[in-house]
């Protein structure tokens, strides 16, 4: 199994609250990618990196930052929650670009009240 | 209506059947992927084509590009085939993956 892991798998705030998202990849692939899942919803990005300080928006980036200090870490951050945030999130990894992500983490289930 | 239309969108069979699970899209790809969800939530990439057909074991999957249509086959189906399958395509005007809403399958013993 590629080494990705998401930290926390799981987690209930309230709304307005700052929450960060950590993805920590161990195959020192370049890019890296944050989801997230809703029913009725493919999977739609939030934002992606294309390596160290790299970032950029996907589809659905409103209410939601990212930093990318190191290879191996991708953090997205929702400044101040909100109950529409309430997802489950995914993060991917691959060492190809074009959006075509080779392995994902195992979700992070969020829950805003 | 959405970019990728995947059918049927809940799928049960009985182990051993010959599973067919449809993708179809409305714009221009460079590729088309197949994702496997298991319950707990993992996603696992079960192939990337933009032509033709791959096999992986029991897995078969076939691209139409003219027809913009993909299938994805399982053979000899398991229970622990049971899972949501996921079409996404990269294309359209961003030229990032579009992501279906996924078939769930569930096959019985």
């Known amino acids: 199994d590629a080494g990705i892991t998401q930290s926390p798998r799981h987690k209930v705030t309230e709304t307005g609250t700052p929450v960060t998202l950590r993805c920590h990849q161990t195959?020192?692939?370049?890019?890296m990618y944050w989801y997230r899942q809703d029913p009725g919803h493919g999977l739609r990005l939030i934002h992606y990196?294309?390596?160290?300080?790299?970032?950029d928006k996907g589809e659905v980036s409103d209410g939601y930052s990212v930093s990318r200090s190191k290879t191996e870490d991708f953090l997205l951050t929702l400044e101040s929650a909100t109950s529409s945030q309430t997802s489950v999130y995914f993060c991917?990894?691959?060492?190809?670009?074009?959006?075509?992500?080779?392995?994902f983490g195992d979700g992070t289930r969020l829950s805003i009240l | 209506k959405n970019e990728v239309e995947q059918s049927p969108q809940n799928l049960t069979a009985q182990e051993g059947e010959f599973i067919t699970i449809n993708c179809s899209y409305s714009v221009g790809i460079s590729a088309l992927h197949w994702l496997q969800q298991h319950p707990g939530g993992g996603i696992v990439s079960l192939f990337m084509l933009s032509s033709g057909k791959k096999k992986h074991g029991r897995l078969i999957a076939t691209i139409n590009i003219q027809e913009k249509h993909s299938s994805l086959h399982i053979t000899a189906s398991h229970p622990r085939d049971s899972a949501v399958y996921i079409c996404?395509?990269?294309?359209?005007?961003?030229?990032?993956?579009?992501f279906g809403t996924g078939t769930l399958l569930a096959v019985q013993p």
């Open positions: 996404a395509v990269r294309g359209g005007a961003t030229n990032k993956l579009i």
């Open positions: 991917a990894i691959s060492d190809s670009g074009g959006h075509q992500p080779q392995h």
């Open positions: 195959e020192n692939h370049r890019y």
């Open positions: 990196s294309y390596g160290v300080k790299d970032t």
